[in-house]
């Protein structure tokens, strides 16, 4: 059995076969599936799918690209949201500046927020982080983390990946992994601990081998559990339980 860890299926994307996607990811062996939220309209839309279905778990949050658009009393509805019982994450949050710095300040403070929020409710945090290494670390260092956090969808980096190992943070790959030149995300994978690896689709985005360049969704989750293992010197089955295992207890699932 297979938990995706991080996935949007609230997008619209899915707007055509949404609950067709969701059954057919528990006949998979999907057992459930982390929907995270990306603004208040998304967070609202994870907390519905949530009541809905026993396999949807949301979060909530405010993502670094969308915060732009957001004031600072949306993390009063994101704490709102936060209170439902189908709830198990913050984020997802994070730093993005692949497209430049203009909103930097803001995200730092959106970030911030939300790691507060994390540790009011003793939940976990979910992180996005691309291009901004040195600037979350720097945020790490001086805030005081929530007890449990997640770098969703790791991209490779080793200087990065020896952070979260001193944190002992948790990080969730994705499909990239299952990518021919992903070399530098398959070794942080066969070194980090594998007590501290989770797995995800962040579907619609970054479907696996064979599937690159399509829809991604909840079901394909496997492919990246079994890239994992074929990088790691622990055998299928160990890895396919620690990882399901990890997730459980990350998410309180």
Known sequence: MYID???HIDFPDFDSDRELIIENGVKEGVAA???AGTDIRSSRFSVE???RHLSVNAAVGIHPSEVK????DSMEEIEKLASENRVAGIGETGLDFHYGRESARKQKEFLILHMRLARKLNVPLIVHQRDSREDIIEIFEKEKAPEKVVFHCFGGDGKLADYCRKKGFYISFSGIITFKKAVDVKKVCAEYPLERIMAETDAPFLAPVP???KRNDPSKVRYVVEEISKVRTEGPKECMERIFDNSKKFFRI
């Open 49 to 51: 799918l949530a009541r």
């Open 69 to 72: 658009n957001a004031d600072f």
């Open 5 to 7: 860890t991080h996935c």
């Open 33 to 35: 599936v982390v929907n």
């Open 211 to 213: 599937f690159r360049g």
